[in-house]
């Protein structure tokens, strides 16, 4: 049939192997216009090629094969347009966090990470509290919101804040990439508490301190600063992790922090 294109010349036209036309189809990508019953050869129409071309351009970008069937088969260009917009925003997010990645590595490399490690005594405090168990891939959403909802208590009831805000990590954090974690602000009193804020006594403590301040990419250089210091000292204790978050600019705006790495010491 004049009017259909074998599979080869379809191929030719459209940069797409006969290798991906087959896996195309199989997974219901782009059906062949016809397959021969008795050779199996599978025929294109001329209009498909515009098809194919929109499907290699988006497999291209690494679109899924499920996002790139929802895209054909939206049902208007805007519909169409929203997939292949937030699969971009996802690959630029992707392009920063190796560019991090790459950075830091060149930033180990170079042997710039050097951070002063410190002794501090903390007193006893009360702390207005959210606790939670969250996993490694979900600690920056819950730490937002926990924070966030923290801020907002003690910016309406008006009690006063006596330290920075901190954040308590066991080290089955770390070990099994999942744990309770704890939240809190220090204060001189106690407001009425909404929803899951709680009032947690912090006891006194000791502490090896790292002070970090950089991209969050780089957070475990005080981590690896502040437990080498204390193993090399011998002066290691159980107990949690704490970070404290040291504003460097407007305090209500939580990215905007230096992070004390604080570790238990004897």
């Known amino acids: 049939m004049t009017d259909q294109l074998s599979i080869g010349d379809f191929s030719r036209m459209t940069f797409l192997t006969v290798k991906a036309l087959r896996h195309y189809h199989e997974v219901g990508l782009l059906e062949p216009a016809r397959i021969d019953e008795h050779s199996g050869y599978r025929y294109y129409r ?7 071309r929109l499907i290699r351009r988006l497999r291209d970008l690494d679109l899924p094969v499920d996002d790139v069937r929802t895209a054909l088969a939206a049902p208007d260009e805007e519909s169409r347009d929203r997939v292949i917009v937030a699969h971009l925003e996802r690959m630029s997010r992707q392009l920063q966090e190796t560019q991090e ?4 590595l060149r930033r180990m490399l170079s042997g710039e990470e050097r ?3 410190v002794h501090r005594d903390e007193a006893a405090c009360t702390t207005l509290a959210i606790r939670g168990w969250v996993t490694g891939e979900s600690v920056v959403g819950w730490w937002l919101e926990a924070f966030t909802e923290l801020h907002r208590l003690v910016r309406t009831s008006g009690v006063e804040r006596t330290g920075p805000d901190g954040a308590v990590f066991p080290t089955e954090f770390f070990a099994e990439g999942e744990s309770e974690i704890v939240a809190f602000v220090p204060v001189a009193s106690v407001p009425p508490l909404p929803g899951r804020v709680e009032v947690v006594e912090r006891p006194a403590a000791r502490h090896a301190v790292a002070t970090y301040d950089g991209p969050m990419v780089d957070l475990d250089s005080a981590y690896s600063a502040v437990g080498r210091a204390v193993t090399e000292q011998a002066l290691a204790a159980d107990g949690p992790v704490v970070e404290r978050y040291l504003p460097t600019g407007d305090p209500e705006d939580l990215i ?3 992070t004390e790495v604080c570790w238990p010491v004897r």
């Not at 209009?47 to 194919?52: L, N, R």
């Not at 990645?101 to 830091?104: E, K, P, Q, R």
């Open 46 to 52: 001329p209009e498909q090629v515009a098809q194919a």
């Open 101 to 104: 990645t790459v950075d830091s």
């Open 115 to 117: 951070l002063e490690v």
């Open 256 to 258: 905007a922090h230096a």
